[in-house]
């Protein structure tokens, strides 16, 4: 079994500041991690994955998450936020890779990101 | 850049009509999605199609019937729709049955009233 818990329902910064969303998964396996974005009336996009290799991982937009094995966590972070980053942002985990677990995407409940200016 | 297409962007309907959902990507996907995200933004997975094969079917009431004509496209029919099916319907898909990298269209908004 498997699960994201998102512990901030909403987030609210200001433009220019930091950003760090927060995401702690449970996986019996070792877990494929994504950051999804969900902009107004819009479907989600991918911001970044991560597979193995290099706990930290680059995505679009100057996003990056960092994997941590021991704390369960894949936190995502941006250095200077801008007001077209506001959205809803899901993390989601799936199994690793066992030929053909993929619609074992199981999402979090996703993080209302408002940036102010 | 889209290429995930959804019809209708919303509909409002009665309790125990009928609606269909349409989905169309244009990526050369081998897999579709249905999932249903509800007001309070929380994601199901309903339905999975890998080349117009029905190969995950969730926990879903009957009156929910997908139907895939070719591989790149996925229909949705809510066979008599009831209040609590009020949600977006986000169709996605993905290069093959083992990625997990899902492309998304904009979603079906229905309200039942």
């Known amino acids: 079994a498997q699960s994201v818990t998102q512990p901030d329902a909403r987030v609210t910064v200001s433009e220019g500041a930091s950003l760090q969303l927060r995401c702690k998964y449970s996986s019996s396996v070792t877990p494929y991690l994504f950051w999804y974005v969900q902009y107004p009336r819009q479907g989600l996009q991918l911001l970044l994955k991560y597979y193995s290799g290099d706990p930290v991982v680059q995505g679009v937009n100057g996003f990056e998450a960092e994997f941590s094995k021991s704390n369960s966590s894949f936190h995502l972070r941006k250095a200077s936020v801008h007001w077209s980053d506001s959205a809803v942002y899901f993390c989601a985990v799936s199994r690793g890779w066992s030929g053909g677990s993929n619609y074992k995407l199981t999402f979090g409940k996703g993080t209302l990101l408002t940036v102010t200016p | 850049e889209t290429a995930v297409f959804q019809t209708p962007n919303y509909h409002v309907t009665q309790v125990g009509n009928e609606v269909s959902f349409n989905c169309k990507q244009t990526?050369?996907?081998?897999?579709m999605y249905w999932y249903k995200q509800d007001s309070k933004k929380l994601l199901k997975i309903m339905f999975s199609y890998n080349n117009k094969q029905l190969i995950v079917n969730e926990t879903v009431p009957r009156r929910f019937s997908p139907q895939s004509s070719d591989k790149a496209h996925l229909n949705l029919r809510i066979k008599s729709v009831e209040p609590e099916d009020s949600a977006v319907y986000l169709c996605a898909s993905s290069l093959d049955w083992g990625q997990n990298t899902l492309y998304f269209g904009a979603g079906t908004r229905l309200s039942v009233l």
């Open positions: 990526l050369g996907h081998d897999t």
